[in-house]
């Protein structure tokens, strides 16, 4: 009997391994899976095939890293080093180099709708802390006059391969809106390296994966629904790439009936206020992904489509009032819409 009981559970657990994954048969692709919080959200990485927990354990390893790297709290951080070297120059990783280069060309290109030397406005407003306020603007004046991207200077040293960076005194940055795009690059390339070849990570707005699913089939990956973030618009089906979100009801507060979130106009210190509810980039670059999401979102629907169509490299969903869902041509073959409270229209 104790073997037949033994037996039936094996039974049992090929079988529901087989439901978990997707379309592959049991043998064909192991699945691994574990959580980790980190840049202060919940992340979950999934990998397949014989090297799937050594390509977590790596992913992870990465992802932490870089967590205790950029956390401006921790004293140890590149992160405090620049915000508390009153303009001097700061050494700084290749990693940390290209989140600032790409941030640096996103800024110049949008006109400033991406600026990481906000953060003491972000700051003022609570977001990254929880005790949310709503500043006045002549508080917000005392903030915004410390802006000073334009300015950051950024040095590569190609004998040693260093880098430094210096920005005016008095300027204090974050990488909160490029950060979780870098860590999905590098959590990919680290499941890469130690030969894991189908794989995705899901890092809050941030989903990246890693060649096509066990099956050779593509990955689907929902848009949600700004409205009921409980359902989602549409779904998108891709191979490797990085699809990225920045939306209005993922961080905000409630204060005397009026609604406040997180994505800041970097011009008046206040909630941006236009017709977007969401959008959704696609691109194979998660750390790009990741400034464009919230770049795009800024410039509101009519800029950002003019932003597209002047530099490309990426396509785009945007999720407006009017609930109306707007996709970038490069995406006719990759988006379904799944929600009939919206209609749906494509742009060249």
């Known amino acids: ?13 090929c079988l529901c391994l087989c439901t978990l994954l997707p379309l592959a048969g049991c043998g064909e692709a192991k699945m691994a899976q574990r959580q980790v ?57 290749g990693q940390v180099a290209n989140m600032l280069s790409t941030a640096q060309t ?3 290109q949008s006109g400033g709708a991406l600026d990481l030397t906000i953060y003491p406005v972000i700051q003022k407003w609570g977001f990254d802390s929880g005790r949310y306020y709503v500043p006045t603007d002549e508080e917000l004046w005392e903030d915004l006059v410390r802006r000073g991207f334009d300015k950051m200077v950024l040095t590569s040293f190609p004998s040693s391969g260093s880098y430094a960076v210096s ?20 959590a990919i390339n680290a499941m890469r390296n130690v030969g894991v ?19 050779g089939s593509f990955w689907n990956v929902a848009v949600q629904d700004p409205n009921n973030t409980a359902s989602y618009v549409g779904v998108l089906s891709v191979g490797q790439t990085a699809v990225v979100t920045s939306g209005t009801y ?15 106009n970097p011009e008046s210190g206040r909630p941006i206020n236009n017709t977007l509810k969401s959008v959704t980039i696609v691109t194979e670059d998660g750390t790009l992904a990741d400034c464009l999401s919230t770049a795009m979102f800024v410039l509101g629907q009519s ?20 609930n109306e869902v707007i996709c970038t041509k490069g995406l006719i073959e990759k988006f379904t819409l799944t929600n009939n409270s919206y209609t749906l229209r494509y742009v060249e």
């Not at 009997?1 to 657990?13: A, Q």
């Not at 070849?197 to 099956?215: A, E, F, H, R």
Request: with cysteine; glycine share 10%.
């Open 1 to 13: 009997m104790k073997k037949l009981g033994t037996l039936k559970k094996m039974v049992l657990l």
């Open 37 to 93: 919080f980190a840049m202060d959200t919940i992340m979950t990485l999934t990998a397949y095939g014989h090297n799937a927990e050594r390509g977590l354990t790596a992913a992870q390893g990465v992802i932490q890293s870089m967590n205790d790297m950029l956390d401006p709290d921790i004293e140890t951080s590149t992160t405090y080093a620049i915000n508390h070297a009153n303009g001097g120059n700061v050494s700084v990783s």
């Open 106 to 108: 996103v800024y110049k």
């Open 167 to 186: 920005f005016p005194a008095g300027t204090a940055i974050s990488f909160g809106a490029v950060a979780k795009g870098c860590a999905s690059d590098n």
């Open 197 to 215: 070849k189908s794989g995705i990570v899901s890092l809050g707005g941030n989903v990246q994966t890693l060649g096509l699913k066990p099956d």
């Open 250 to 264: 993922q961080r905000f507060f409630i204060q005397n009936g009026k609604t406040y979130h997180h994505l800041i």
């Open 303 to 322: 800029k950002a489509l003019n932003y597209w169509r002047q530099y490309g490299g990426f396509d785009m969903v945007l999720v407006n009032t009017d």
